[in-house]
């Protein structure tokens, strides 16, 4: 089925930047979800998002849902060390659910 | 902790074992899912049950069969596996199956072939 394109594949940066990601599709979806995986444990969620253009934050973590209902977007502000980890955006049109295939955060103290 | 429990976190077994995964959740939620997750791959929805009733099989070959007994687990049992299913297994649940609510994920179960 139909896949999210998700980037950076990888990101090496030090603590304290700013970082960005984002998720785009061919398809609009009705919800965007971010999602954060540590090692040896499952994808934690982090924002959902439920209205196009709607500005969400969670702590150090802004995310977007795009106007056009096919992209997202997700940064986090000053980076720490514990943000280390896989960062998934997933978007859901009804039953249908699809995953972008992560982003691999390393933060060098 | 998310309310949704997998075990055996880790499993190693031979091609020729049978095995189960559990799940459960404690969210009081009526969707629950089993999902493949390979490295550096997206996650690969497998099955969907909504209120006990499969709602989606996609395309998974007839070495796993599901269950769920009840809308708070559900099992993945294994049998005459291949060395390229080993990965994390990932249950998750939602609210319902059809609205956009998110899912939750349990931590998985890695699992070897030998």
């Known amino acids: 089925g139909q896949q999210l394109n998700q980037s950076p594949q990888s990101m090496f940066i030090q603590e304290g930047e700013d970082v960005s990601m984002n998720c785009t599709s061919s398809?609009?979806?009705?919800?965007w979800l971010w999602y954060k995986q540590d090692p040896g444990e499952g994808p934690v969620l982090l924002i959902a998002l439920y209205k196009a253009g709607e500005l969400t934050s969670n702590g150090r973590l802004t995310a977007q849902f795009g106007i056009t209902r096919k992209d997202s977007f997700l940064n986090i502000s000053a980076s720490i060390p514990s943000d280390v980890g896989i960062y998934f955006c997933?978007?859901?049109?009804?039953?249908?659910?699809?995953f972008g295939a992560g982003t691999r955060l390393t933060v060098k103290p | 902790e998310t309310g949704v429990t997998q075990t055996p976190r880790h499993l190693v077994m031979g091609m020729t074992n049978k095995k189960s995964l559990k799940c459960e959740q404690h969210?009081?939620?009526?969707?629950m899912y089993w999902y493949k997750q390979s490295a550096k791959k997206p996650l690969e929805l497998m099955f969907v049950?909504?209120?006990?009733?499969?709602?989606e099989n996609n395309s998974v070959p007839s070495r796993f069969s599901p269950e769920c007994p009840n809308s708070s687990h559900l099992f993945l049992h294994l049998h005459t596996l291949q060395p390229e299913d080993s990965a994390l297994y990932l249950c998750a649940s939602s609210q319902d199956s059809y609205s956009n609510q998110p899912q939750h994920f349990g931590d998985g179960t890695r699992l070897s072939i030998l």
């Open positions: 398809s609009i979806f009705n919800t």
């Open positions: 049950y909504s209120l006990e009733e499969r709602v």
């Open positions: 969210l009081g939620h009526n969707a």
């Open positions: 997933a978007g859901r049109g009804g039953p249908d659910m699809r």
